[in-house]
């Protein structure tokens, strides 16, 4: 079965920095790959998803990611962090054509500093 | 426009109770899906159905039932027997490949 790990649990940045966000996956093809962001007492908000094709995927708010097969990575980024992006940040992996088997992260909590 | 509406925002349970958990939707999604997340854990599927009147069992699906009487509507009891539900709960639906829309959560706590 599929796995997913988010090796930070915790990042802090300042306020116009960037960001890079890690996101680990175990699966023996090419998954599906997702990224969601969740704010305080909230759902999960899709941020963007790698279904094949280009491996560099642009989403909401200015977030892309990055599919690297050879790390087996699929790590978020984004030029220039704004004190609303202060959230819980989920990556996701599924097979190809099985919504049904999502996997999630545990989650990177990110913090922005003034 | 349409989403996931889930109710209450906040439930309390006393020890020994049934309490069921709301989930409609209006975005014709075919399926639904029940997660359960606790600080640090990531989220952990429950139940899910793909068509009415058919649910699969989750990863942790003891301690709780599902029905899919409507296209619309998945709710979740969690029952009696579910040792810990304090957590928080999550519904989301998909078609397809799409990724998932997400309700904006039950918190339920045992009291």
């Known amino acids: 079965a599929q796995s997913v790990t988010q090796p930070d649990i915790h990042i802090t940045v300042s306020e116009g920095a960037s960001l890079e966000l890690r996101c680990n996956y175990s699966?023996?093809?090419?998954?599906?790959l997702f990224w969601y962001v969740q704010s305080p007492g909230q759902g999960l908000q899709l941020l963007l998803k790698?279904?094949?094709?280009?491996?560099l995927v642009q989403g909401i708010k200015g977030f892309e990611a990055e599919f690297k097969r050879s790390q087996s990575s699929f790590n978020l980024r984004k030029p220039s962090v704004h004190w609303s992006d202060a959230a819980e940040y989920f990556c996701?992996?599924?097979?190809?054509?099985?919504?049904?088997?999502?996997?999630f992260g545990a989650g990177t909590r990110l913090t922005v500093k003034p | 426009d349409g989403g996931i509406t889930q109710s209450p925002k906040y439930l309390f349970r006393k020890e020994g109770q049934n309490v069921t958990l709301s989930c409609e939707q209006n975005?014709?999604?075919?399926?639904m899906y029940w997660y359960r997340q606790d600080p640090g854990q990531g989220l952990r599927l429950i139940y899910y159905?793909?068509?009415?009147?058919?649910?699969q069992k989750g990863d942790i699906a003891e301690g709780y039932s599902v029905s899919r009487e409507k296209k619309e509507s998945f709710p979740l009891t969690v029952t009696s027997a579910q040792k810990n539900p304090t957590a928080f709960y999550l519904c989301?639906?998909?078609?397809?490949?799409?990724?998932?829309?997400f309700g904006s959560g039950t918190r339920l706590t045992v009291v």
């Open positions: 699966y023996g093809a090419t998954p599906y």
């Open positions: 159905s793909q068509i009415v009147n058919d649910f």
């Open positions: 996701a992996v599924a097979p190809p054509y099985n919504n049904n088997d999502m996997r």
């Open positions: 790698y279904f094949s094709g280009d491996t």
């Open positions: 975005l014709n999604h075919d399926a």
């Open positions: 989301a639906s998909t078609m397809g490949g799409s990724g998932y829309t």
